[in-house]
């Protein structure tokens, strides 16, 4: 789950780490109204949930609580696009206006979870500013790592390193091994997947702080933190998703007209990988879970099928604790609840297997069974080239 910026900010400021004053803004009025508290000049930036605003136009410096009033209006309502929004963009209902800094270095700083070695990593690189990912690949050497063990927490060792490899010296040093401490407690208080601080500054006078914040949190974990569940927006998630997570479906959108219903998430990365192989494009990630219902399967035909850019549909499930003859139930009371006309391609193994092709064979509905994952993956690809929506 993501949160926006001003909501990881008040997060982080909970923890005491340094962030600039400001507040969040639902209109032209009130943006002009947080800037005269402030002092007059700030910065107006849009809240949506992707990176690359101010490349978009979403992040704009006013010199005067009129001037911020002015650019509020330009933002608020706009349909923001950037690298992160896909080509249709995000419409932006919220503006945080904070105060302007004097800003004196711009550095990176940011924790995620290493998923080879199962511990979190602290990510440090004086290329603060700039999109990580880029850094990453053109210059790796300009980003320092340390791996903390949970049991033992940030140590003086990592903050040093991470401080030289920012190539800090004296109080500045000091002062980002307090951040670095503040923000891991943050990171692991909250069970976060990734704390992101891009840019921490050093301001004139000497001061850290983080410029900018994302955050985004275990889904798994979400269930002990209701203060931070309180904080999701669903108007910035596809509304598919946001339907699917009521089901208690995993369900992520994609670009393709392969629709994939799948148990388990690693059958459904492999799918997705064999339509690929096959010329197809997968439209999404559907994981029904080992012990869907035949309801939680007739809901995810219905998620499936809204999507107007599948064309088809391949269903390949390995029955387990999902059970092949309940797969097929629940298949064919959807389809004919739903009235659905798309080719259908089915693979299944497991339990009851034979049960479920009989059930699917004698319910007189026009599925394509298939043998195995690749002969399933080329009949969907084939049939999705002919079909027209």
């Known amino acids: 789950m993501k949160i926006h910026e001003y ?59 009129g001037e911020a009033e002015q650019v509020a209006s330009q933002i608020l309502g706009m349909m923001l696009k950037t690298h992160q929004t896909g080509p249709e963009g995000q419409r932006v209902t919220r503006v945080l206006v904070e105060e302007a800094m ?32 880029e850094v990453a690949q053109n210059r790796p050497e300009a980003i320092t790592k340390v791996h903390v063990d949970p049991a033992t927490g940030v140590q003086g060792y990592h903050t040093r390193k991470l401080g030289f490899g920012l190539g800090l010296t004296g109080d500045t040093l000091k002062g980002v091994a307090d951040f670095l401490i503040k923000l891991y407690r943050t990171f692991e208080a909250k069970d976060c997947s990734l704390a992101e601080i891009n840019p921490l500054v050093i301001t004139g006078d000497g001061r850290l702080l983080a410029l900018d914040a994302k955050m985004a949190f275990d889904d798994n974990a979400i269930f002990r933190h209701p203060e931070v569940l309180a904080l999701r927006d669903v108007d910035e998630e596809s509304p598919l998703e946001v339907e699917a997570s009521e089901y208690n479906l995993s369900y992520i959108k994609l670009d393709g007209n392969v629709g994939c219903m799948v148990n388990g998430a690693g059958l459904a990365m492999a799918t997705m990988d064999i339509i690929k192989l096959a010329g197809g494009e997968p439209a999404n990630f559907l994981d029904v879970g080992g012990g869907a219902s035949a309801e939680q399967i007739e809901n995810a035909f219905r998620i499936l099928i809204s999507d107007r850019n599948v064309k088809v549909v391949l269903i390949n499930i ?72």
Not at 19 to 34: E, Q, S
Not at 46 to 51: L, M, P, S, T, Y
Not at 351 to 363: C, I
Not at 369 to 386: C, I, K, P, S, V
């Open 7 to 65: 909501q990881a900010k008040a997060i982080l400021a909970d923890f005491g780490v340094p962030v600039p004053r400001g507040r969040v803004a639902g209109t032209p009025a009130d943006a002009g109204a947080i800037a005269r508290e402030l002092g007059g000049t700030v910065v107006v930036k849009a809240q949506i949930h992707a990176g690359g605003r101010g490349k978009g136009g979403g992040v704009k410096l006013a010199k005067s609580p």
């Open 318 to 389: 390995f029955g387990g604790i999902l059970r092949c003859d309940r797969l097929a139930e629940g298949v064919i009371k959807a389809v004919k609840a739903l009235g659905v006309t798309l080719p259908i391609v089915i693979r299944m193994e497991g339990t009851n297997v034979e049960l479920g092709r009989q059930m699917l064979k004698e319910s007189g509905l026009n599925f394509v069974n298939a043998e195995t994952m690749a002969d399933a993956a080329a009949l969907a690809a084939q049939a999705a080239r002919g079909v027209d929506r």
């Open 102 to 133: 004097d800003i004196r270095q711009e550095m990176y700083l940011g924790i995620v979870i290493d998923r080879s070695v199962d511990l979190p990593v602290i990510m440090a690189s004086s290329a603060g500013g700039m999109d990580i990912e």
